[in-house]
């Protein structure tokens, strides 16, 4: 995930980049599944709704999600 995170940073192509948050989400999707209290947020973020919103170029993935569980 680090490495994830590392390249989503790294990325200036917002498409590469919404490309990879995806995968992030994912990634979010299939570790913490059995988590759904903790984790619920996140998961219902990083599905299809990921698709739905913009990138924040050079902002932390992390907070990209939170940003879209907010909304």
Do not use: H
Not at 1 to 30: H, P, S, T, V
Not at 51 to 64: A, I, T
């Amino acid at each position: 995930m680090d490495d994830l995170c590392n390249k989503i940073l790294n990325e200036l192509d917002l498409k590469k980049q919404a490309d990879l948050m995806r995968q992030l989400g994912d990634f979010y999707y299939r570790e913490y599944w059995t988590m759904p209290l903790v984790y619920g947020n996140i998961l219902f973020a990083s599905s299809a709704k990921v698709k739905e919103y913009p990138v924040f170029p050079r902002r932390s993935p992390v907070l990209n999600l939170e940003y879209l569980t907010m909304k």
